[in-house]
């Protein structure tokens, strides 16, 4: 990260501004609210990436699932991972992760929210597989047109001693994903993802809540 958000670096007057108190001044929240990695969450016109971003062309992007953060007085906006007590993953629950292996059988996600905890990061709910019978209702005959590395995924779980997930259902899939050729975040293009940048093309297995942030 090139810019982090070093604290103490400047002083910070007073409060000038009615609003929240619940946070240090420095880290106001003026507005709030929960995304996913590869979501515009500012532009540099405006803002300076902190801490959670990433920029592209102008844009600033969401490097991990977290809430955004706007500090007026630093002009910087950051993605901040949420903290809680860490929820129990059950049999059923829907979970977001990333994909961190990709094997000929099997994809390795690593779990990073559960629906229906406020979205909450957990701190370490570990790794889950999904297997390839379990991508689709269909046969899937190679799994590097389902997944990629670094995509983030949305899944049902399914078996609980072995950590086993669930994409076979519509809203289910990939929810976001960087081009493998320039890292742009990619778009949905009828039932594939087109980068806007490169034009690259890649096959996924997407959610039909693709690009839209919602868990
Ligand atoms: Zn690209």
């Known amino acids: 990260m090139k810019s982090e958000l070093i604290e103490g670096d400047e002083t910070v007057g007073e409060v000038e501004e009615v609003g929240k108190t619940d946070e240090s001044p420095e880290e106001k929240e003026l507005e709030e609210h929960f995304v996913l990695p590869g979501e515009v969450v500012g532009i540099t016109e405006e803002f300076k ?3 959670g971003t990433y920029t592209v ?21 950051s993605v901040k991972p ?26 390795l996600v690593k779990i990073a929210a559960i629906k229906g905890y406020g979205e909450r990061e957990i701190k370490d709910p570990g ?16 799994i590097a047109d389902e ?39 990619m778009q949905k293009d009828e039932r594939r993802l087109k980068c806007p940048a490169c034009g690259n093309v890649e096959k996924r297995n997407l959610s039909s809540d693709y690009g839209s942030g919602e868990i």
């Open 49 to 51: 990436g902190g801490d």
């Open 82 to 107: 949420a903290s809680g007590i860490p929820p129990v993953v059950k049999k059923g629950d829907i979970v977001v992760g990333m994909i961190i292996n990709l094997r000929d059988s099997m994809a």
């Open 147 to 185: 997944f990629g590395l670094g995509d983030i995924v949305k899944a049902k779980v399914i078996d609980i001693e072995n950590m086993r997930l669930s994409t076979a259902e519509k809203d289910l899939g990939v929810m976001s994903a960087m081009c493998p050729r320039c890292g742009t975040v």
């Open 127 to 142: 790794i889950a597989a999904i297997h390839i019978s379990n991508i689709r209702d269909s046969y899937v005959k190679n």
């Open 57 to 77: 062309r102008g844009d600033i992007l969401a490097s991990r699932i977290g809430t955004v953060q706007i500090n007026r007085k630093k002009r910087e906006v």
